[in-house]
């Protein structure tokens, strides 16, 4: 989700840079059997540190394994570093707000960096190190409700981050309606053409992960709006994790299947894929501001993108203020009170129909026009994050700085 994608950690890790002889990340070979298969192995798995890193606002809270609940431990368990929010964003975020709600409460992070089978390992290792409470966004939608069983029958609270894990023994949902967000990327993309004039023509897609929660929802949400647009999707990818070097790779065999001239747009699922695909889209010669091209997640580099004319959208994910209620949520139900009634503020069904109690955000299309939005005060970002000196002329033009 960054910037074309140069060495700055503080961007896109793992994501493409503007050379053709680049390749993708390795695919996960191991089937669900396999993975679960793991849990054997668990144990020892987590003594060769693949557990995470602990971060403990302040107490002394044991770490002892058993039945005995209501300390105040907590497991926070974000997926993968290819999506630069979860460490960037979500993790300081909550961290911070933990610190003000529950002094003494003990958070243990976790990043499973893209592999489902090393989150199995750390669900494993939280449950044998004694955990109260667990903040999960899944890397695999399927593995997950084996983690959360798991979970549930050691007696852990478990909130469902970001999305909602196919079981009811999740306690809690964290999530906003991702069919909805999908439609936002395209109605936003459908909206641009045609207040350019243009009516109708090809697209290209290129959707996120099929093996999470995540992505068939997107991609079910986009070819809601696209399939009546007027506009044809003339060759459509998914990018296995998200990565931004798979979608460079994809949007390379589009250009030379549809042709440099005949595409209009490019649905693009979240930043790191717009940032793959733009890349294809210079080492081919087409100048990306020409085409308008979708984001999601308000990454610097896709407000960077935007500023500069070279990415048409994102989707501002409120997680200043999800991440911080999390924590809130979190530090109750992990001290064994029962959840704030003013984070609580509805309910949502898992794939199968359960119901589950839920915190529901709300979540906004982010252009030129409105780029400030996800700049402080009001958004995550410091002005100086975005208006690095290679985009201080954007940012002027774009009455940021």
């Not at 004039?197 to 992505?215: Q, R």
């Not at 070819?223 to 044809?232: N, Y």
């Not at 026009?369 to 940012?395: H, R």
Request: hydrophobic share 40%; net charge neutral; charged share 20%.
């Amino acid at each position: 989700m960054r910037h074309v994608f140069g060495a700055d950690p503080v961007r896109d890790r793992g994501a493409p840079r503007t050379s053709s002889s680049l390749g993708g990340n390795s695919s996960m070979k191991r089937s669900l059997h396999g993975r679960l298969a793991l849990a054997a192995t668990a144990a020892v798995v987590a003594a060769l540190g693949l557990t995470g890193c602990v971060s403990q606002s302040s107490g002394s809270g044991s770490a002892s394994s058993g039945g005995d609940h209501g300390k105040g431990r907590i497991a926070f368990m974000m997926p993968d570093l290819v999506t630069a929010r979860w460490d960037q964003q979500d993790k300081p975020v909550f961290e911070a707000e933990m610190k003000k709600a529950c002094p003494d409460c003990k958070v243990t992070y976790y990043n499973a960096k893209g592999s489902p089978e090393t989150q199995l390992a750390q669900t494993q290792s939280a449950i044998t190190n004694g955990v109260d409470a667990v903040v999960l966004a899944p890397i695999d939608k399927n593995a997950a409700i084996n983690m959360v069983n798991q979970f549930h029958q050691a007696g852990v609270k478990v909130i469902s981050y970001a999305t909602i894990i196919d079981t009811p023994n999740v306690d809690y949902g964290v999530t906003t309606d991702i069919f909805k967000i999908g439609a936002q990327q395209a109605q936003s993309l459908v909206d641009g053409l045609k207040a350019k004039g243009i009516t109708s023509g090809n697209l290209i897609a290129i959707n996120g992960d099929p093996s999470d929660a995540f992505g068939p929802k997107y991609k079910a949400g986009a070819h809601s709006v696209l399939d009546k647009s007027g506009f044809t999707i003339a060759a459509e990818y998914d990018a296995k994790n998200w990565d931004g070097t798979t979608a460079q790779s994809q949007m390379d065999q589009a250009i030379t299947k549809v042709g440099k001239g005949n595409f209009v747009g490019v649905y693009a699922a979240n930043d790191q894929l717009a940032g793959g695909a733009i890349a294809a889209m210079k080492n081919a010669g087409v100048d990306p501001t020409t085409i308008l091209t979708t984001g999601q997640d308000g990454a610097v580099a896709g407000l960077q993108r935007i500023i500069a004319g070279e990415q048409y959208n994102t989707i501002n994910l409120p997680i200043k203020v999800f991440a911080a209620k999390t924590a809130d949520l979190a530090a109750a139900v992990a001290k064994g009170k029962p959840a704030p009634t003013d984070i609580v503020n509805g309910t949502t069904k898992t794939p199968s129909g359960a119901e589950i109690k839920a915190y529901l955000y709300d979540t906004e299309v982010i252009t030129k026009e409105n780029v400030s939005n996800m700049i402080v005060p009001k958004g995550f970002w410091p002005l100086k994050d975005v208006c690095t000196p290679e985009y201080q002329a954007a940012c002027q033009k774009a009455n940021l700085s």
